[in-house]
């Protein structure tokens, strides 16, 4: 854009106060005339929904084309458009999130505090940089921080405040040590939330995990900064979760939760819609289904167009319907998910239809719940997870259809299948055991009773307490499969 084309895009920009006090501003400076100023001219027009040459322009504010004294204007312009930004009063209107403002805020004041300093004026330049400082370390705003440290230095070298200095010194190394390990902690907290959220097995991360933790755990303590500490309670949730210990990531929940009670600076919608997401994942763990709802449901509302959060909350939402057998709400809430995948990775699609697909299966429409398992192409590259619960899936269609040859011949085929992929990839060795059952139940002719009995044993591991064999909710075995088969037991 050129300079002119830039101005213009800036002034459309601005609300209907800040254009009011830009002309008030502009105006002022010349009391006594007669017309608006140039500027004030140039503001009018630009703002005017009519586009107009640069050539028009010029003619209207000085009788004839002047382009030097034009783009010098369009330059003083737009500078005074930048001081009208800065006003207080227009960066406490506008909807800037409340961390924003007060670094705008701070960044003003250490302006000011500077440009006191350089001019001598220095009476009560210690309490503004003290004030500073303190809403800086409240806020956790470092580089503000930093900067309102050094000036105070300066304050106290020239003062010849010896202890201060060194007081100060020791500080500012503390705070810059600080400002490195938050920054350090968010980088490393947003890489590992990528993992998780876009793998399928918690093996893929869960050894650098457990290392990631053990260092924010050290830099929590070490600097007691809240930014750290609530990566920290929110990976170590996810670690418990992963050994299947819930209570102690409620713990860890609950425990965030105070923090972001007693820290309402860093209460961002963000962190506390992550927080709700976190807590009403965990009470499904917990069995807690309408707790689970009602706090993502929450979080989708603190979520409000940032997508793939929107969706991971609904996701939520969806399995706390689920699972509580409420199938007809759980699928208002996969089709109002479904309408937002738009742009979204593949197998997050895909892990959609998969629901779709198994609440066919639940309502009886076995044949359509085919299909759609048939038709996830993408989900098949997850060959060690939902592949193998998407091909076990299948095979229950084919039972409730009576299809019995095709079942004899898949089982044989998904044996194949695992015994091929098990000497290079981890298979749940709970899917092992449920394959085990099917071929046993194809071989006696699909004998529900007889089956049962001969394969006593292996029903009792599945309904143990074996974290590597017990049914899991948010796993690819929506439908608890002991529960499917004892449903056909007479």
């Given at each position: 854009m050129n300079p002119?084309?830039?101005?213009?895009?800036?002034?459309?920009?601005?609300?209907?106060?800040?254009?009011?006090?830009?002309?008030?501003?502009?105006?002022?400076?010349?009391?006594?005339?007669?017309?608006?100023?140039?500027?004030?001219q140039l503001t009018s027009i630009l703002l005017d929904e009519n586009t107009y040459s640069t050539n028009d322009i010029q003619k209207t504010i000085y009788g004839k084309p002047n382009p030097t004294a034009f783009y010098k204007l369009v330059s003083r312009l737009k500078e005074k458009v930048y001081e009208v930004l800065l006003l207080d009063q227009h960066i406490n209107e506008v909807s800037y999130t409340l961390r924003n403002k007060v670094i705008f805020g701070l960044k003003k004041r250490l302006l000011i505090s500077e440009l006191l300093f350089n001019r001598g004026a220095t009476e009560e330049l210690e309490n503004r940089l003290k004030e500073i400082v303190r809403d800086a370390k409240d806020y956790e705003i470092y580089d503000v921080l930093s900067q309102a440290l050094n000036v105070l230095r300066r304050l106290y070298i020239v003062r010849k405040r010896k202890k201060l200095v060194d007081e100060t010194s020791t500080e500012i190394a503390f705070y810059k040590k600080a400002e490195f390990l938050v920054d350090n902690a968010n980088s490393e907290f947003s890489r590992m939330m990528n993992r998780i959220n876009f793998s399928f097995d918690t093996r893929e991360y869960y050894s650098d995990l457990l290392i990631l933790v053990s260092k924010l755990n050290e830099w929590y303590k070490e600097t007691k900064s809240a930014s750290i500490g609530y990566s920290y309670y929110l990976l170590s949730v996810e670690q418990f979760q992963t050994q299947g210990d819930y209570k102690n990531s409620d713990r860890c929940l609950v425990e965030l939760g105070k923090m972001l009670e007693e820290k309402p600076v860093f209460s961002t919608k963000n962190?506390?819609?992550?927080?709700?997401?976190?807590?009403?994942?965990?009470?499904?763990?917990?069995?807690?289904?309408?707790?689970?709802?009602?706090?993502?449901?929450?979080?989708?509302?603190l979520f409000q167009g940032v997508a793939l959060n929107e969706i991971l909350s609904l996701e939520v939402m969806f399995y706390s319907r689920y699972y509580n057998d409420e199938f007809a709400e759980s699928e208002k809430v996969l089709l109002k998910a479904m309408s937002k995948l738009k742009g979204m990775d593949a197998i997050v699609n895909e892990r959609f239809k998969f629901y779709s697909a198994v609440l066919l299966f639940v309502n009886g429409d076995y044949k359509q719940a085919e299909a759609e398992l048939n038709a996830l192409h993408d989900l098949k590259k997850d060959k060690e997870g939902w592949n193998v619960m998407r091909k076990i899936y299948l095979l229950l269609c084919k039972i409730e259809l009576g299809e019995y040859d095709y079942v004899d011949l898949q089982t044989q085929s998904l044996h194949k299948y695992i015994k091929r992929i098990n000497s290079l990839k981890f298979i749940n060795p709970r899917y092992i055991i449920i394959l085990r059952i099917l071929s046993k139940l194809a071989n006696l002719g699909f004998d529900y009773n007889f089956t049962y009995k001969s394969r006593k044993k292996y029903f009792d591991l599945l309904d143990g307490e074996d974290s590597q064999l017990a049914w899991k909710v948010k796993s690819p075995e929506l439908i608890n499969f002991t529960d499917w088969f004892k449903k056909k037991l007479k």
């Open positions: 002119l084309s830039n101005l213009r895009s800036l002034l459309w920009k601005l609300k209907k106060d800040e254009v009011k006090t830009l002309l008030l501003f502009l105006d002022f400076q010349i009391p006594a005339a007669n017309r608006p100023s140039k500027s004030a962190r506390l819609g992550t927080w709700r997401l976190n807590y009403a994942s965990n009470l499904l763990h917990l069995k807690l289904y309408n707790e689970a709802y009602l706090n993502s449901q929450m979080a989708y509302n």
